[in-house]
């Protein structure tokens, strides 16, 4: 079994910023990517920012410039600082795990609950 534990969504205002955190723990043998997506309502679910295990991020063109992706490989998570946030940020943000559950497995896919962030004055 694989838990997320994804903290950090609330309330702010527009040019706000909030930190999203996203711990891993459990049947993990090893990690490849961590990252973000979110979904607004009625919209289809997009990717954030993910970081693989050596580093390297990506971002969607909507947040780049104003996202931030790191990861603590010693502690399996993965945070997400959100500047300059906009009302058209305002979704539920799912924390993404690529993982082995052992030596013998193939790479997994594995999704947090989601928290919600809404950029309103």
């Known amino acids: 079994q694989v838990q997320l534990l994804e903290s950090g969504g609330g309330l702010v205002q527009p040019g706000g910023s909030l930190r999203l955190s996203c711990a891993a723990s459990?049947?993990?043998?090893?990690?490849?990517?961590m990252g973000w997506y979110r979904q607004a309502p009625g919209k289809e679910r997009e990717l954030v920012a993910t970081?693989?295990?050596?580093?390297?991020?990506t971002y969607a063109d909507s947040v780049k410039g104003r996202f931030t992706i790191s990861r603590d490989n010693a502690k399996n998570t993965a945070y997400l600082q959100m500047n300059s946030l906009k009302p058209e940020d305002t979704a539920v943000y799912y924390c993404?795990?690529?993982?082995?559950?052992?030596?013998?497995?193939?790479?997994?896919?594995?999704w947090g609950q989601g928290t919600q962030v809404t950029v309103s004055s």
């Open positions: 993404n795990l690529v993982y082995r559950p052992s030596e013998r497995h193939t790479w997994s896919q594995y």
């Open positions: 459990g049947s993990i043998f090893s990690i490849s990517t």
């Open positions: 970081i693989s295990s050596g580093g390297g991020p």
